[in-house]
């Protein structure tokens, strides 16, 4: 069943996710992350990073990556609930469905999905806060 309005959309995010899963590609998601880290924020970006590397392990079912993959489309778009141009709110919306997409995928966030997202987090934000990063963690 597909959202009738905005408003179911934000209410049922899981099933709305598959329109932006067709935008999700690794190269998109760098290039998105590189050239926005800064604007989105290093919470939006350590969420998408989680994500993104419990994506990558083999042992992540595909009912999991099909998720992300949705939740990484929906950072890629440009157009979404509340479209990326916007000054200042225009990633809120990301983030509220990353964490949705983070804690739906939880049990396969492993150390070793935290210790890759960290080492790349750092590349764009060397001066990251702890509490920032143990703020997102605390969704899983």
Same mark, same amino acid.
């Given at each position: 069943?597909?959202?009738?309005?905005?408003?179911?959309?934000?209410?049922?995010?899981?099933?709305? #996710?598959?329109? !932006? +899963?067709? *935008?999700?590609t690794e190269k998109k998601l =760098?290039? &998105?992350?590189?050239?926005?880290?800064?604007?989105?924020?290093?919470?939006?970006?350590?969420?998408?990073? #989680?994500?993104? !590397? +419990?994506? *990558?392990?083999k042992d992540t079912p595909s =009912?999991? &990556?099909?998720?992300?993959?949705?939740?990484?489309?929906?950072?890629?778009?440009?157009?979404?609930?509340?479209?990326?141009?916007?000054?200042?709110?225009?990633?809120?919306?990301?983030?509220?469905?990353?964490?949705?997409?983070?804690?739906?995928?939880?049990?396969?966030?492993?150390?070793?999905?935290?210790?890759?997202?960290?080492?790349?987090?750092?590349?764009?934000?060397?001066?990251?806060?702890?509490?920032?990063?143990?703020?997102?963690?605390?969704?899983l």
């Amino acid at each position: 069943m597909k959202p009738e309005n905005k408003k179911d959309q934000a209410e049922n995010p899981d099933e709305n #996710l598959e329109q !932006y +899963a067709e *935008k999700f590609t690794e190269k998109k998601l =760098w290039h &998105k992350i590189t050239r926005f880290a800064q604007k989105i924020g290093a919470k939006t970006v350590y969420a998408a990073l #989680l994500m993104f !590397y +419990a994506y *990558k392990r083999k042992d992540t079912p595909s =009912w999991a &990556k099909k998720i992300v993959i949705g939740v990484l489309g929906y950072l890629i778009s440009p157009i979404d609930f509340l479209p990326d141009l916007s000054p200042i709110i225009g990633y809120t919306d990301d983030l509220g469905v990353l964490s949705f997409g983070l804690v739906t995928i939880a049990a396969f966030v492993n150390e070793e999905v935290r210790k890759k997202a960290r080492t790349q987090l750092g590349k764009w934000f060397p001066s990251v806060q702890e509490e920032d990063l143990k703020e997102v963690e605390s969704k899983l």
